[in-house]
């Protein structure tokens, strides 16, 4: 059985719509591609957008593939002819901002996040009910929520009085009819929550006092206590599922696009200054697979890291430590997101395709969309597409950081003629080209291998590796390639074939951060 993606509509059994933007009206999202399944909204929230104010911020957009600004910095508003340009998206800070002036009409402000972080009814509700209908009637709402909120209801709202009567719970809020200055009724359309797991655990001050323990954010969320409980890559996807529940339309779908915050650095205030309460590029790399295995739709960075070496309000676009690769990782922050966000964009028709209910089961079992599963097990999390006639698995462990090479075996329930399934991301790196030698800078994992087929810009169709000359087995290093040719550094991606007897295959997770995206043919 197909499923829709949260937001859209099985328009038969086995087609989909891709219109939740221009649907509802958000002619200016729409415009912008918003609905067009080859996209998925992603970037970083209160950035710099200007060459004059930062330089080389653009050009930053452009390397690391991202497309929009959630929320603008509104002491320097975004370069609109960049924006222009480069199809970028901007969702204004609505706050108590002017959105009906001239800065805020072009077509590239799609929306307005009408609160972060609320802590009264009337933050959210003000922007609504006073922006005029001729700015807000073709862009849509966002409010995003913390982290007290994830686990129950609007807390900080209703302690703080003003919010009306009936509204308990988040599904009231969402479900809210706002009147709007010509008498139109708006609600909340997008919907997020900012929740930083890796950080959040390790950070001085945040992880004994919030997250960790008993009572505390972890514990409320998923029954966790413990700093090795809470630095998971899953849980990003776990908090997809718990927002769910917050805007059911029938049948589990939700009703508009889900995300959640992830951070690239440390959100908080108590590094002791060598970076070790960072996330890691593993972890970040986990953690965006992790939310798409369970339905993410669009991605928002935190961009900023408030304590530590790499303290800065624009990490990737203006610190160096981001393009680091510190002790015991293989790629950069910076090469992390670029890398994983150029895969992500690739295989984003797939992602913004129908699930597949019950096509395919994994042992050991932990999360199968869309049934929550907020165990601690050392197993794998499991979602299935239908795209142009195949299937796709995508899949991530929720495993602790200690497990390594988890072995998988997955079951086909209904493809009688499936035989063989083609690990899509089986290598990610950042390699170059000369001649027939690849040179491979940073990587995610070592797992290179003789007769791989390797994938990216101007990389020769049909190329192989031949062996490996230099560096770390499978990893860092130097590679024949069997077709010669001439690439400048790039996000490339090796593919790996298993095959499948007697409806299954089996395939091993070396570390417990890998993902791993199959076609089945």
């Known amino acids: 059985m197909l499923r829709a993606i949260d937001g859209e509509t099985m328009t038969s059994s086995t087609t989909m719509s891709n219109n939740y933007y221009g649907r509802n009206g958000f002619t200016q999202a729409a415009a ?16 710099i957008y200007d060459n004059a104010v930062i330089a080389n911020s653009v050009d930053t957009f452009a390397d690391l593939g991202w497309c929009t600004i959630w929320g603008d910095d509104t002491n320097n508003p975004p370069d609109q002819t960049a924006m222009t340009a480069h199809n970028v998206s901007c969702v204004v800070a609505g706050a108590g901002i002017p959105i009906t002036t001239a800065n805020y009409n072009a077509a590239g402000f799609v929306g307005a996040l009408a609160q972060d972080e609320p802590l009264t009814w009337g933050e959210i509700s003000s922007p609504i009910t006073s922006a005029v209908n001729s700015w807000q009637d073709s862009r849509f709402w966002w409010v995003n929520v913390t982290w007290t909120d994830i686990g129950g209801g609007p807390s900080n709202m209703m302690s703080n009085g003003g919010i009306p009567s009936g509204v308990n719970t988040w599904n009231d809020v969402l479900a809210y009819q706002f009147v709007t200055p010509s008498s139109r009724h ?12 890796f950080a959040g655990a390790r950070d001085l001050d945040w992880g004994p006092m919030f997250m960790l323990g008993a009572g505390n954010v972890l514990d409320l969320c998923f029954g966790g206590t413990t700093s090795d409980q809470a630095c998971r890559g899953t849980h990003y996807g776990n908090s997809i599922d718990i927002m769910r529940t917050y805007q059911p339309a029938g049948n589990g779908v939700g009703t508009a696009p889900i995300s959640a915050y992830l951070e690239t650095g440390n959100p908080f205030t108590h590094d002791p200054g060598d970076g070790s309460t960072y996330i890691l590029a593993h972890e970040l790399v986990w953690s965006m697979w992790g939310m798409i295995v369970h339905g993410a739709r669009y991605f928002l960075w935190f961009d900023k890291s408030f304590t530590g070496p790499g303290q800065d309000v624009n990490n990737l676009t203006n610190n160096a430590y ?7 990782q293989t790629m950069s922050i910076y090469n992390a ?6 895969v992500v964009n690739q295989l984003a028709p797939v992602i913004n395709s129908p699930f597949a209910i019950g096509y395919c089961t994994v042992s050991p079992a932990g999360y ?16 299935t597409h239908w795209y142009n006639n195949k299937f796709y698995l995508f899949a991530t462990t929720r495993a602790s950081q200690t497990a390594t090479n988890t072995s998988a075996t997955f079951t086909i329930n209904s493809n009688a003629s499936a ?21 491979v800078a940073q990587i995610v994992e070592n797992t290179i291998t003789t007769g791989m087929p390797i994938f990216g810009t101007n990389i020769p169709a049909g190329a192989t590796i031949s062996g490996q000359l230099t560096g770390t087995t499978g990893g860092i290093g130097t590679y024949t390639l069997s077709a010669s040719g001439t690439a400048a550094s790039t996000v490339c991606t090796g ?3 298993i095959s499948i007897s007697g409806h299954q295959f089996t395939d091993v997770f070396p570390k417990a951060s ?6 089945i043919d």
């Open 419 to 439: 035989s063989q399934a083609t690990a899509l991301n089986e290598a990610v790196m950042i390699a170059s080209l000369s001649g027939t030698t690849l040179t």
């Open 322 to 328: 981001y393009k680091t690769v510190v002790s015991g």
């Open 495 to 497: 593919t790996k074939t």
């Open 32 to 47: 912008l591609g918003w609905d067009n399944p080859a996209i998925i909204p992603n970037g970083p929230f209160l950035p």
């Open 337 to 342: 997101v670029k890398s994983t966000t150029a």
């Open 368 to 383: 199968v969309y869309p049934t929550p599963n907020n165990s601690f097990s050392n197993s794998i999390d499991l979602s």
């Open 186 to 197: 708006r609600k909340i359309d997008l919907f997020s929550i900012d929740q930083y797991w």
């Open 514 to 519: 890998t993902a791993k995206v199959y076609r």
